[in-house]
């Protein structure tokens, strides 16, 4: 989901620096409740699978392997509609001024960083955080 979120971000990011119509941002827009639709169905249903069923059952494991497959089919489908959308001579135009300018470059390489341990520590530290209030409350 950290992944999805992230590229949520840069999707929306680049989509306000362009001149999409109102019919493309809205395609945007789908397919991002889509995909993240698709990754919190996921979860469900791996949490429910895993509170139905503690041992290892290779039905169960089929039930996973569809849903992260939904999941996989739907972000696929989100990155064709990206491609459509952006692959044009404007997007280039874009990254070409962020490139070429040493502050937007540092700030898109600070960005990327950030993300990178959004996506990396997110879980440690949110873990980190409830353990702290675990022992406070104790």
């Keep these: 989901m950290r992944i999805h979120l992230v590229m ?10 362009l001149s999409l119509s109102r019919g493309e941002l809205a395609c945007l827009l789908l397919a991002i409740g889509g995909v993240l639709t698709t990754e919190t169905m996921n979860t469900a249903v791996e949490k429910l699978c895993d509170f139905n069923q503690k ?10 392997d569809m849903a992260a497959g939904a999941v996989l089919l739907c ?11 952006f692959f044009r001579p404007e997007l280039w135009r874009l990254l070409w001024g962020i490139v070429a300018h040493p502050v937007k470059l540092g700030l898109l390489a600070v960005s990327l960083l950030a993300a990178l341990g959004f996506i990396l520590l997110g879980p440690l530290w949110v873990e980190e955080r409830l353990e702290r209030l675990r022992r406070k409350s104790k």
């Design 8 to 17: 949520c971000a840069y999707v929306l990011f680049f989509a306000s620096q």
């Design 55 to 64: 041992n290892l059952n290779r039905y169960i494991r089929v039930i996973k």
């Design 75 to 85: 972000a696929i489908a989100a990155l064709l509609v990206g491609v459509v959308i």
